[in-house]
Antibody, heavy 117, light 108 residues
Framework: QVQLVQSGAEVKKPGASVKVSCKAS????????MNWVRQAPGQGLEHMGI????????SYAQKFLGRVTMTRDTSTSTLYMELSGLRSEDTAVYFC??????????WGRGTLVTVSS | EIVLTQSPGTLSLSPGERATLSCRAS???????LAWYQQKPGQAPRLLIS???SRATGIPDRLSGSGSGTDFTLTISRLEAEDFAVYYC?????????FGQGTKLEIK
């Protein structure tokens, strides 16, 4: 079954880091670029960046430069997104999504990250 | 950065009616690189349309996308109960990829 399974919800304190995982199955992991998109409560969608699972190259949205790191483990077909320096505005659901030339045809169910003191 | 503005913010219609959702870009979207997604509460977005007018696998032909340049439209010809949700457009013609703020389609 083609799917993306994400890790569970996280609660973090301001200033901390969070690492979210996304395990792909049912398709060739290295055959598609992967993306991270977040959605703050009651808000719209925001693209954070993209990673090529084949070579590991990344491209991050300007807003997240210096705070986000996207990696992958090809042996387990798993992606990781680490966000550091968390603040309350980072409270959101974080989605991984498979890219098809820029649009996203397969999504994980999302991981809620809550930043609260 | 291309800013996408969706209208209306909320659309109230009855089942069986026709829905027309608009997505306007602040500059031309290259190669009609425009997608539409549907999102229901507590769920991930679902791809409906790519390339401005190509339906994704399993999407009924009641849904259609059109437009080019800066003006794009998603039309649902006969609304069914499952169609009431939030719809987002997304451009992927230039970096950074951006989304519209969404249109909520609610039952009247």
């Amino acid at each position: 079954q083609v799917q993306l399974v994400q890790s569970g919800a996280e609660v973090k304190k301001p200033g901390a880091s969070v690492k979210v995982s996304c395990k792909a199955s049912g398709y060739t992991f290295t055959g598609y670029y992967m993306n991270w998109v977040r959605q703050a409560p009651g808000q719209g969608l925001e693209h954070m960046g993209i990673i090529n699972p084949s070579g590991g190259s990344t491209s991050y949205a300007q807003k997240f430069l210096g705070r986000v790191t996207m990696t992958r483990d090809t042996s387990t077909s798993t992606l990781y997104m680490e966000l550091s320096g968390l603040r309350s505005e980072d409270t959101a659901v974080y989605f991984c999504a498979r890219g098809r030339g820029g649009y996203f045809d397969l999504w994980g169910r999302g991981t809620l990250v809550t930043v609260s003191s | 950065e291309i800013v996408l503005t969706q209208s209306p913010g909320t659309l109230s219609l009855s089942p069986g009616e026709r829905a027309t959702l608009s997505c306007r870009a602040s500059q031309s979207v290259s190669s009609s690189s425009l997608a539409w997604y549907q999102q229901k509460p507590g769920q991930a977005p679902r791809l409906l349309i790519s390339g401005a007018s190509s339906r994704a696998t399993g999407i009924p032909d009641r849904l259609s996308g059109s437009g080019s340049g800066t003006d794009f439209t998603l039309t649902i010809s006969r609304l069914e109960a499952e169609d009431f949700a939030v719809y987002y457009c997304q451009q992927y013609g230039s970096s950074p990829y951006t989304f519209g703020q969404g249109t909520k389609l609610e039952i009247k």
